[in-house]
């Protein structure tokens, strides 16, 4: 009786075994490489970074593989070297990155002042690194730098970052400190003093001479400041600096040449200084280290002063609890992803998921000090209590997906970033709406009028926090400066003239909102302006130029002809407002129909960039749910569960194509939900063959009356993928959409399934 009252306990142990918790399924890995031979188009891949943040941090502590390149995230899993560990980083974006600041890199023996090459990393302060000694987590980062033999862990809180080093047995070891490093460039002027014996502080000024955001063209200029500690004393200690001519435009083309990089190289070393300024320095410090002694260095980061970055470290890190930091970030990211909660579906799905929405939570991040200073648009300094200050709108791809998700989930953090989005228009006196955003630079990357998109969306959806008035005028402002006036179409571009088209609708939709039927009645003629590039010749969109002639027609597969990062092929399904109009130019349903599910037959299996359906990139991302407003729903179930399948994966390689800053994986979010829109702006959230058997969604009762919205997907299975019968709160749904307000009212939309 004794033994099967133990082999009993045995079992119940074994039936009882906990699910993971959802930070557990988060796998910072998904995502980081940005290129290799898998992939020959110039996107790359995902381009994430592996390093600890918390939910919408200021800082990014990240391992950072290659400066060198379009790197923008500054790391790739497919390298085996590692330049050292950053407090500042982008998730997933090409343009050839920016940030990357303070970089720290530990090491014995030699001092180098230059990083090296991937090929001889003894060459420098690089060092190789074995895949099996790195570890990822939501919180926390770990690797062995092989060279020196030392493990490096990281973890991060909102303003501050903490790095522990366990070194080995070396009367040479040492902490260094780059202080001119910049993804995309380097920064042009720096600044560092020793506090005391375990404190330093300084900045590190970042303008476009120094290269950056799009090799310097994109504006971005800001100065990075910090305050570092170190838990051994800093005794024996020194700066070096390189004499480089203070003319240099010092963007990558340059930086990554052998004549610059020699000059880093015979940098000039200093002892015992304790103050330094110059335009190529770094900061070190000498120690001898027993077999496993643990060194921490902890720094906070403004972009504000030095007092800023010593108020964010004091208020984040006060002491050196390592593991608490950890536990902290990792119980901030439970809490987070406590919005929505999925059951059923393999622990692959879910390890996709919950990942997917760690990565919508990065961007746009907090961009003010722990006390709401801020350095506005006008590089004055401000202060709020009433929203939190964002920077990183990554406009032209968040609009579609990104922030549709987070009107649902976190409609505070869509009304902070619209409050920002205000500010920055009234500071910078332009009075008009950044496309894409960095650091309070109107970078001008892309095109259309998307700021428009997320404020008129977000107004539509109740949540309206700032001022209404401002938001109209600065929207009113943006797609007057920047459409398809006076010729009907934007010359030499389907991409343009589609994206005002559709923005144009935005501001109409806008302006009825507020009872302004004149102004909207206007804005909605201007939205029917897509129409002026429709070809019966090619029974397709067509550029044509200032004079109204065609452009030359290459056929719809061809890239450029007008288009932006596609070809006509796929771009010409952006009339997201007006699919009635769009299928009436395409010859009826049957017609449109036909030429739709033509477009996904010839996509590949692997949904790598492909002249179809082209999920790495945005343009087609409303596509599949098009089927449901042609009369083809099944379609749009077929489509969105094989995207999901195929187009992602749990490894390092599960994005397809640029993450963009939360867009490739808010798609996922939505569509493993079975809810996705077409038309940000219409309130109507497209219903598709979710992922997993139930999803339940927390609500903001700040914003919305529900408490929970859940979906109930009955029968369902890999097989069982279309969708039988819908009903909204226990009654028959006869339609394939919902609206906003049915969501956050709260109630259970219920799926049944079938294979059929």
């Known amino acids: 009786m004794k033994y099967s009252l133990v082999f009993l306990a045995t079992l119940v142990l074994l039936g009882c075994k906990s699910e993971k918790t959802k930070v557990e399924y988060i796998n910072p890995i998904i995502g980081a490489v940005t290129y290799d031979e898998k992939n020959d188009d110039m996107h790359g891949f995902g381009k994430t970074f592996p390093g600890p943040v918390t939910p919408y941090g200021l800082i990014q502590l990240s391992p950072d593989t290659r400066s060198f390149g379009d790197n923008g995230s500054g790391y790739s899993w497919n390298h085996t ?38 090929s001889l990393p003894e060459k420098g302060y690089r060092s190789r690194i074995s895949k099996e000694d790195e570890i990822a987590k939501a919180g926390y980062y770990s690797i062995v730098l092989s060279d020196y033999d030392i493990r490096a862990e990281l973890a991060a809180a909102p303003r501050a970052g903490i790095i522990k080093f366990t070194f080995p047995e070396n ?24 506090e005391d014996e375990q404190t330093i502080s300084g900045w590190m000024k970042c303008t476009p001479q120094g290269g950056g955001w799009m090799f310097g063209y994109g504006n971005v200029n800001y100065t990075a400041y910090f305050y570092a500690q170190f838990s051994k004393p800093i005794k024996d200690y020194g700066v070096w600096h390189a004499d480089v001519p203070t003319d240099t435009v010092r963007n990558l083309d340059l930086v990554a040449t052998e004549p610059y990089q020699n000059i880093v190289a015979n940098a000039t070393v200093e002892k015992n200084v304790d103050e330094f300024r110059g335009n190529h320095i770094g900061f070190f410090t000498n120690f001898s280290t027993m077999k496993k002694e643990e060194i921490y260095v902890k720094a906070g980061i403004s972009f504000i002063s030095v007092e800023g970055a010593k108020l964010n470290l004091e208020s984040d890190i006060p002491d050196w609890n390592f593991n608490s930091v950890v536990n902290q970030t990792r119980s901030a990211w439970d809490e987070a992803c406590e919005n929505v909660t999925v059951e059923g579906g393999t ?41 939190t200050y964002r920077s990183i709108f990554s406009g032209w791809d968040v609009f579609r997906s990104q922030f549709p998700l987070q009107t649902i989930i976190n409609p505070e953090m869509v009304n902070d970033e619209i409050n920002s989005l205000l500010e920055m228009a009234r500071l910078s006196g332009k009075e008009y709406l950044p496309r894409w955003e960095l ?106 130029d ?26 010409g399904w952006f009339v997201p407002h007006d699919i009635d109009g769009l299928t009436r130019l395409m ?83 939505l569509a493993a939900m079975g809810l996705h829109p077409i038309n940000p702006g219409d309130n109507k959230y497209q219903i598709t063959s ?47 959409w919902i609206t906003h307000e049915e969501i956050v009212t709260g109630g259970v939309l219920e799926l049944e399934m079938g294979a059929n």
């Open 81 to 118: 070297t590692i330049e050292g560990f950053s407090f500042t980083h982008m998730s997933g974006v090409g343009a050839y990155g920016d940030l990357g600041n303070f970089l720290v890199m530990p090491a014995t023996g030699k001092l180098y002042t230059n990083r090296g090459i991937d």
């Open 690 to 736: 979710p992922v997993f058997n139930k999803i339940t969604i927390k609500l903001d009762n700040k914003y919305y009356s529900g408490d929970t919205f859940t979906v109930i997907a009955e029968n369902n299975s890999p097989e069982n993928i279309y969708i039988q019968s819908i009903k909204l709160n226990g009654k028959p749904l006869d339609r394939y």
């Open 439 to 544: 650091l309070n630079a109107y970078t001008n990357c892309m095109i259309g009028n998307p700021a428009v998109s997320v404020i008129v969306d977000a107004y539509r959806k109740g949540i309206r926090n700032y001022d209404i008035d401002k938001a109209f005028t600065y929207c009113k402002n943006t797609v007057d400066s920047f459409g398809n006036e006076p010729l009907g179409y934007t010359p030499n571009s389907i991409s343009h003239t589609l994206e005002y088209a559709y923005t144009d609708w935005c501001m109409g939709r806008f302006a009825e909102s507020l009872n302004k039927p004149v102004l909207a009645n206007k804005y909605y003629q201007r939205s029917m302006n897509y129409k002026n590039i429709w070809n019966d010749e090619v029974n397709w969109f067509r550029a044509r």
């Open 546 to 571: 200032e004079h109204g002639d065609w452009m030359k027609w290459k056929g719809k597969l061809v890239h450029g002809q007008g288009c932006v990062e596609s070809n006509p092929n796929q771009q």
């Open 587 to 669: 010859g009826g349903t049957d017609s449109i129909q036909q030429i739709l599910t033509d477009f996904f037959e010839q996509t590949p299996d692997h949904f790598l960039w492909n002249d179809y359906y082209n999920h790495p990139n945005e343009p087609v991302h409303h596509v599949p749910f098009m089927f449901n407003e042609i009369g083809l729903p099944k379609q749009t179930q077929k489509w969105t569960r094989k995207i999901c399948e195929m187009a992602y994966d749990n490894d390092a390689y599960g994005l397809c194509g640029n993450e963009d800053v939360g867009q490739m994986s808010a798609w996922y979010v």
């Open 347 to 387: 622990d692959r799905e879910k390890e996709i998921f919950y990942t997917a929405l760690y990565h919508t939570m990065i961007d746009p991040r907090t961009f003010s000090d722990a006390n709401g200073q801020y350095v506005g648009a006008d590089n004055r300094i401000h202060e709020t209590k009433d929203f």
């Open 171 to 194: 009367d040479s070891s040492r902490i260094q400190i780059d202080l001119s490093r910049r993804i995309g460039g380097t920064s042009v002027e720096q600044y560092v003093k020793l």
